[in-house]
């Protein structure tokens, strides 16, 4: 019997605590493969339909119906292999995991166990001074369940339902070693493997959907202790956040438990993103309380060297080495790439604008501050709002020669990138339509900064007596006085040797 209290009030302990104690974080990421029907027989795979609509002998688990694996299945999982730098195994084996749930229409999942697809790869995160990487211990294949249904339906206070369409979509599963030692690094990782995922083109990871599903393993121990401490494996993480508020809340409560004396217990707990809190479910199964076995209706998986060649040599250009030559050709700074490179359309975005800008750096700044900032506005990810984004990067590009040829000033850039947005015009229109080029002249200019030099002679003599920073206030006065028009680096040389007597 499991102990039910919990420490609740974990998050609000001393931090103290937490600094005797390491966190050790191991992800289980189950990831939907992108295709077009099944992994063991032809009924579609497509999320949204209604109920029991995608379903067969096969899928429904009825007696005498035979799987046959999906070999596009097999490829997909291979590309998600071979892009995480894994170890593909010559033979794999397929095995029969067996439990009792409403939802698992055979009362087993065939899935792998001792012999699996893919070991020994890894993911690159960000850390101190550069990326690190997590190891990855394995990618085995298996079936997804049904869906229980609990809600949206007359009868949903009296009862639950189950939808089958979901039961034998193929799935991957990617187990991570228990590199990960915060709630920050277990967010950073899945969102790199995400990428990953993306760029290969193994599955939408539409979390909202089910599509990428991530249960963490959370443990502590003594800080400089090798063991490992009892693990509580979360479920019901279903968002990024998630993730990262589960995990958090899961170190304090284990450190709370132990620092109270008590020993952590090994088990299966469940996040309430409403109460912000994990609470327990049940008991840790162990691997024999499965009892796999080999499934006997399926022959072992035999992967040619030539078929994982022929998957590497189709795959894209991945995120790390994306990253790093983003570094390399354009000179960025290695935060700046790898947030760009976080999402394959946007990398595109941002190497397009910086091509024909012929400004990288300027082309990193905007569209990681106000491109990507405009896109979090919108609804879905940055994929999906990209797609729809008013603003092309040819425009975008345009508007940062405006800037650099001294046509508009930085302030004015903003203004004129707001307008782009919502209308979807070029710059070049946009500036010439509401007379927004910057004023060069140096004669005007000249003629404003005496003014305001002779209309100010008390901060005039505060800076002659070493207070510079006003310098500042003066360039405002200017810039005011022009209609924001003045080129900027013209009114402060013009400033400073008026200001100097």
């Known amino acids: 019997m499991l102990e039910s209290a919990d420490v609740s009030t ?12 390491e966190p050790v974080i191991g992800l289980e990421v189950h990831c939907q493969l992108r295709t077009a029907t099944k992994i063991f027989c032809p009924c579609r795979n497509r999320f949204g339909d209604p109920p029991n609509t995608h379903v067969c002998p096969v ?4 007696p005498g119906a035979l799987p046959a694996l999906n070999r596009e299945a097999v490829s997909l999982a291979l590309r998600a292999a071979v892009a995480i730098h894994c170890r593909v195994q010559p033979v794999s084996v397929f ?9 698992l229409p055979k009362g087993y999942q065939i899935s792998q166990y001792d012999r699996p697809l893919a070991t020994d790869g890894h993911v690159e995160i960000p850390a101190a001074g550069g990326f690190r990487r997590v190891r990855v211990q394995r990618i085995h294949m298996e079936e997804d369940a049904g869906k229980l ?15 089958f369409n979901r039961s034998g979509v193929p799935l991957i599963e990617i187990v991570s070693d228990p590199d990960l030692r915060s709630s920050e690094e277990a967010h950073a990782y899945l969102s790199a493997l995400k990428a990953v995922l993306l760029y290969a083109g193994v599955s939408d990871c539409n979390m909202e959907e089910g599509s990428l599903r991530c249960d963490a393993n959370v443990s502590i121990r003594p800080r400089g202790r090798e063991a490992l401490g009892t693990r509580a494996e979360i479920k019901n993480l279903n968002s990024f956040r998630n993730v990262s508020r589960a995990i958090a809340h899961e170190l304090a409560r284990q450190a709370a438990w132990l620092e109270s004396g008590r020993d952590v217990v090994q088990e299966t707990r469940l996040w309430n993103a409403d109460r912000g809190e994990t609470v327990s479910m049940r008991s840790k199964e162990e691997a024999h309380d499965y009892r796999y076995f080999p499934e006997p209706d399926l022959p072992p998986l035999a992967v040619s060297p030539a078929w994982v060649e022929e998957v590497r040599s189709s ?3 991945l995120p790390a080495g994306k990253r790093r030559r983003f570094v390399a050709e354009y000179g960025l700074p290695d935060y700046d790439a790898g947030v760009l490179t976080l999402s394959r359309e ?14 990288p750096k300027a082309a ?18 940055d994929e999906g709002r990209l797609a729809r984004c008013p603003l092309s990067p040819s425009n975008l590009a345009e508007m940062i020669r405006l800037v650099d040829d001294g046509r508009i000033s930085g302030k004015i850039a903003k203004d004129v990138f707001e307008r782009m947005w919502s209308s979807g015009e070029p710059p070049g229109a946009i500036v010439e339509r509401e007379d927004l080029s910057q004023v060069s002249d140096r004669t005007a200019i000249q003629a404003a900064v005496d003014e305001v030099v002779a209309a100010n002679p008390g901060q005039v003599e505060t800076y002659r007596r070493g207070k510079t920073a006003t310098l500042g206030w003066f360039v405002g006065q200017v810039m005011k006085k022009t209609g924001g028009k003045a080129n900027p680096r013209l009114v402060n040389d013009l400033l400073k040797k008026a200001l100097a007597g």
């Not at 974990?10 to 104690?21: K, Q």
């Not at 899928?59 to 009825?62: A, D, V």
């Not at 946007?346 to 400004?359: H, P, Q």
Request: proline share 7%; charged share 25%.
């Open 10 to 21: 974990a998050a609000a302990e001393p931090p103290e605590i937490a600094s005797r104690y």
């Open 59 to 62: 899928c429904l688990g009825l």
């Open 95 to 103: 095995a029969r995991k067996n439990y009792f749930y409403p939802d």
């Open 149 to 163: 249904l609990h809600e949206g339906f007359p009868w949903s206070g009296e009862k639950s339902g189950v939808d």
């Open 315 to 317: 795959l894209p250009e």
């Open 346 to 359: 946007v990398a595109d975005y941002f190497e397009t604008v910086a091509r024909e800008s012929g400004n």
């Open 364 to 381: 990193s700044n905007w569209v990681m501050t106000e491109v990507l900032r405009k896109l979090k506005q919108g609804a879905g990810d």
